[in-house]
């Protein structure tokens, strides 16, 4: 996961591909701080199940919360594979790979108005290998 926060005139992202198993997405949030948009240190999950976004407890009011997943694929063709955003999520974009090293992509996001502890509920894949979660939280402009 690589983030980059825009504060002047750039309109193009350009990701590395990582040659030709690359899988990437792109999402764009509006109305960051753009002083401190990190509201803490995102977490991370290492799961054998489904993508499962681990706590994150902002210190802040309000904050975006967004979600990544990404599920590894060995056994099923990935473009049989589905992805569902984690129970009160929407569902930015998710993105499948599907050359050597398939796997499967999913950004979600929901706004968060308190400085309470936010727990994600998984995504949910439809297969079974590995996958890795991460949470985030997006500090809102003053």
Avoid: W
């Amino acid at each position: 996961i690589f983030y980059y926060f825009v504060t002047g005139t750039e309109t193009v992202i350009t990701p590395s591909t990582g040659g030709s198993d690359g899988n990437n997405l792109a999402v764009v949030f509006r109305n960051v701080d753009t002083s401190n948009p990190l509201d803490v240190t995102h977490t991370t999950d290492n799961s054998s199940v489904n993508p499962d976004p681990p706590n994150i407890s902002p210190v802040t009011s309000p904050t975006m919360i967004v979600v990544f997943g990404v599920k590894q694929q060995s056994n099923n063709n990935p473009q049989d594979m589905t992805l569902t955003a984690p129970s009160g999520y929407t569902l930015a974009t998710f993105s499948n790979q599907h050359n050597n090293s398939e796997c499967i992509i999913g950004a979600a996001y929901k706004e968060h108005t308190s400085t309470g502890s936010e727990n994600p509920g998984a995504f949910s894949v439809n297969n079974q290998d590995g996958s890795i979660a991460y949470t985030f939280a997006l500090r809102g402009e003053s």
